[in-house]
């Protein structure tokens, strides 16, 4: 009796000190053949495929991200008149008939989503010709930012509501655009040369390093003329790009951006008929020019607060 006891007692105790939650990452369970399979283990296998599919969800978001930008970026028009640029003092003109890519560039009536721009193109003799409007240069287009954030609300996060590169920066971190990687910044700052600066190479370098499609590269300043009442009493330059992809080892961020007209009144991309550009920058650049890593919270599983 004794003798069965003690064989008892050792078969509970090799039992008690496996854990089978430890092996979960390497051993599929059959769970529905698992009579013993406690309800935790369950839950766990439950929240880790929960996981697995969000994580799947946000990729395919960042996908459409781009492919909508690359859409906007490629759309072929023409203009049915003479169309003077937003800006009349860069002197560059839309010209009637000449082919363009893009929606066009404007910081005027800037609110063009891709389906919108698409509607006002009519099928001219197989060409697509803008329709209008025209007057006082007020024609359909979006800017750096409006373009990234049509991509963003439309694609990922439709509750989205910071309007250009001023209001991204001012709301850096507080709920709906992050700071991708780790560096410091006071939420005060007049400049993101004064995050770059204060965080310097390394520090700023491992952030970029953590961008993913979708995510984006600002940099922007701003002085307010009246105190703090920064949203209607301030000069402020930014611009915005998204980020396409990152090489680690060439150190180079790949990205989609809208630029508009250069200072020899030309178009900035495929040669002067796009103000799109996809291209590179180097860290070593993005960094010169007071560029700060961020993304949409929902893309980087920090929901809004």
């Not at 490629?74 to 082919?99: A, C, I, Q, R």
């Not at 989503?113 to 409007?133: A, Q, R």
């Not at 960094?287 to 599983?301: F, P, Q, R, S, T």
Request: glycine share 8%; hydrophobic share 30%.
């Amino acid at each position: 009796m004794k003798r069965k006891f003690l064989k008892s007692l050792g078969l509970f105790l090799l039992i008690s000190n496996f854990t089978p939650s430890a092996a979960f990452g390497k051993i599929k369970l059959d769970v529905k053949n698992e009579k013993n399979v406690s309800s935790s283990n369950v839950a766990g296998l439950q929240m880790e495929d929960s996981s697995a599919k969000e994580l799947d969800e946000i990729a395919k978001k960042r996908e459409k991200i781009i492919e909508y930008m690359e859409a906007m970026r490629h759309v072929e028009w023409s203009p049915k008149e003479d169309m003077l640029y937003w800006n009349p003092k860069m002197g560059f003109v839309y010209k009637k008939g000449e082919t363009y890519y893009g929606i066009p560039y404007t910081q005027k009536n800037r609110d063009a989503t891709l389906e919108k721009f698409l509607k006002s193109l009519e099928n001219v003799n197989g060409k697509k010709i803008y329709d209008g409007p025209y007057k006082k240069g007020e024609y359909l287009g979006t800017d750096c930012s409006k373009a990234i954030i049509n991509a963003w609300t439309l694609n990922a996060d439709p509750s989205f509501t910071l309007d250009d590169t001023l209001e991204m920066f001012k709301n850096l971190g507080k709920g709906s655009l992050e700071p991708v990687g780790e560096y410091f910044y006071t939420g005060e700052e007049h400049s993101t040369f004064d995050i770059t600066n204060t965080n310097g190479e390394e520090v700023i370098f491992k952030s970029y390093e953590k961008l993913k499609p979708g995510d984006a590269i600002l940099t922007c300043s701003y002085e307010s003329y009246y105190g703090n009442d920064w949203r209607n009493n301030y000069w402020h330059c930014g611009h915005v790009r998204m980020v396409v992809s990152v090489n680690l080892e060439e150190k180079t961020i790949e990205y989609i951006d809208q630029a508009g007209v250069d200072d020899n009144k030309k178009l900035y991309g495929a040669n002067g008929k796009s103000s799109w550009r996809r291209e590179k920058i180097s860290f070593k650049d993005a960094y010169e020019k007071g560029c700060i890593a961020v993304g949409l919270a929902k893309l980087l599983n920090r929901p809004k607060i």
